[in-house]
């Protein structure tokens, strides 16, 4: 119960293989109250009800790039928790050009600019929403997730990668602020490939969840441990991390040549 008494928000669970959605789960099993939320489109397209209905939590529409919908579910949360929050997670992640089938030498510059506002943009508004409304209790906690697209090439990942560059620079940059203010800590999670809806999104996904699998001693994290790394995230354990981007990928980040990759290639 490491949780136990702590009120968050989480945003992006969309159906049960979404990272969000198992990170809600293990706060629930930990003791948190926690309120779901997402975009309109995605109560039509997902099954976050359900999700709603087993963990007994209230569920909130709202558009992440729209600072009304931030201010209403962020003064409607702490109503219904009861008081300030502790945590929240930022889940998010959607790019216009990969799912019109845009080559990277060939990008639709209004869609890219969307790709940032719901991929990156979004987590600066969202963090100001918080700020402004003094919304976060001390030694909280403020968690994005993030792909090692943002510092290394993965021709595949398009402008992703440029969101999540801008995504892990405004963890830094929010963070700092947060940390001075009110001993908030801002973080970025940078997650194994992982099978869910955005991520199979990803042009060759099977070809590269195998080939990161293979380069990775402990092979890809999966979704369940992902939530799990959130959650000693939000606890008390982790009081003094922030301003970081922390690798929750079996060690593929720091990775040259695999065993496994070399047989391949005999
Ligand atoms: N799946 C992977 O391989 C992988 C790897 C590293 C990081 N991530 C990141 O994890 C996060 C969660 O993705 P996932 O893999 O669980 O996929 P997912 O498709 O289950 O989740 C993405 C979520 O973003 C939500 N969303 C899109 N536009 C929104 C908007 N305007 N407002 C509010 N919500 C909006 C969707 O409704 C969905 O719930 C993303 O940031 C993603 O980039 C995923």
């Known amino acids: 119960?490491?949780?136990?008494?702590?009120?968050?928000?989480?945003?992006?669970?969309?159906?049960?293989?979404?990272?969000?959605w198992k990170v809600a789960e293990f706060c629930k099993a930990e003791g948190a109250e926690i309120v779901l939320t997402n975009a309109p489109v995605a109560f039509r397209l997902g099954t976050i009800k359900e999700l709603a209905?087993?963990?007994?939590?209230?569920?909130?529409?709202?558009?992440?790039?729209?600072?009304?919908?931030?201010?209403?579910?962020?003064?409607?949360?702490?109503?219904?928790?009861?008081?300030?929050?502790?945590?929240?997670?930022?889940?998010?992640?959607?790019?216009?050009?990969?799912?019109?089938?845009?080559?990277?030498?060939?990008?639709?510059?209004?869609?890219?600019?969307?790709t940032f506002d719901i991929s990156a943009i979004s987590f600066h508004k969202l963090m100001q929403s918080l700020w402004k409304a003094d919304a976060m209790n001390e030694w909280g906690s403020i968690l994005a997730l993030s792909y090692i697209a943002a510092q290394r090439v993965f021709p595949h990942y398009s402008e992703m990668a440029e969101s999540k560059a801008l995504l892990e620079s405004f963890a830094r940059s929010f963070g700092y602020h947060f940390g001075m203010r009110n001993k908030v800590r801002v973080n970025t999670v940078s997650q194994s490939p992982t099978v869910t809806t955005a991520g199979s999104g990803i042009k060759g996904f099977d070809e590269f969840l195998n080939y990161a699998a293979k380069m990775s001693p402990l092979g890809n994290a999966p979704a369940e441990d992902c939530a799990r790394y959130c959650v000693s995230m939000f606890s008390d354990y982790t009081r003094y991390v922030t301003l970081q981007n922390l690798y929750h990928d079996g060690g593929f980040s720091n990775m040259g040549m695999s065993g496994l990759m070399m047989e391949l290639g005999e």
């Open 53 to 114: 209905k087993k963990l007994d939590a209230q569920v909130i529409s709202c558009d992440a790039t729209k600072v009304e919908d931030l201010d209403n579910l962020i003064a409607k949360s702490q109503e219904i928790l009861g008081g300030k929050l502790d945590f929240v997670l930022h889940s998010i992640g959607m790019s216009i050009n990969i799912r019109k089938g845009k080559h990277y030498t060939e990008l639709n510059y209004d869609w890219m600019q969307q």
């Open 1 to 20: 119960m490491i949780l136990k008494g702590k009120k968050g928000i989480i945003f992006g669970a969309l159906n049960d293989q979404s990272i969000a």
